[in-house]
T-cell receptor
């Protein structure tokens, strides 16, 4: 049921931008892409979401390709506290018009000092 | 912002007993809540969707008689693991859907069955 593919792990230097890719080639036209992150033994924390257009908030930017088959989460200036597992998620519509979030396997990001 | 409280944060129970986990939306009403299970070093797996005042919708392969879900009010959903066995040991996480805040997750409950 998982609709996203992410690298297992990545690392970046503190202060540099972290670019986390996600492939969602089977996404449907009305399915949103969500990004959450999870620090060990805690609940996932919302980062950002989008449908077609690029989005930016105080935490990150989300770049979605024109064909919507992939996206990239950008943390502009990574800090040590950004070390976490980052999940790219597709919000899937059910037949009763409700929605559910389907988590991918996630990318373990390590920010190096 | 939206806050979801999950209780207890950890619990140890004996094999064969039942355990109840609570999920509360503290500052918003949630008509829909979700229950996930996460095994070590794995992703979150959706178990069921809980709708206030109606029966839960279970994902394929999840035993509804074993994982009882009750969503009796707009701020509370409960997951009861019945007749727990060691293989039910896992990290259980709830999520609540709110207008304007999207999907907010609780801090999780670590269940250990001995």
């Amino acid at each position: 049921d998982a609709k996203t593919t992410q690298p297992t792990s990545m690392d970046c230097a503190e202060g540099r931008a972290a670019n986390l890719p996600c492939n969602h080639s089977t996404i449907s036209g009305n399915e949103y892409v969500y990004w959450y992150r999870q620090i060990h033994s805690q609940g996932p924390q919302y980062i950002i979401h989008g449908l077609k257009n690029n989005e930016t908030n105080e935490m990150a930017s989300l770049i979605i390709t024109e064909d919507r088959k992939s996206s990239t989460l950008i943390l502009p200036h990574a800090t040590l506290r950004d070390t976490a597992v980052y999940y790219c998620i597709v919000r899937v519509a059910r037949m009763d018009s409700s929605y559910k979030l389907i988590f991918g396997s996630g990318t373990r990001l390590l920010v190096r000092p | 912002g939206a806050v979801v409280s999950q209780h207890p944060s950890w619990v140890i129970c004996k094999s064969g007993t039942s355990v109840k986990i609570e999920c509360r939306s503290l500052d918003f009403q949630a008509t829909t809540m979700f229950w996930y299970r996460q095994f070590p070093k794995q992703s979150l797996m959706l178990m069921a969707t809980s709708n206030e005042g109606s029966k839960a919708t279970y994902e394929q392969g999840v035993e509804k008689d074993k994982f009882l879900i009750n969503h009796a009010s707009l701020t509370l959903s409960t997951l009861t693991v019945t007749s727990a066995h060691p293989e039910d040991s896992s990290f259980y996480i709830c999520s609540a859907q709110s207008t304007g805040y999207g999907y907010t997750f609780g801090s999780g409950t670590r269940l250990t069955v001995v």
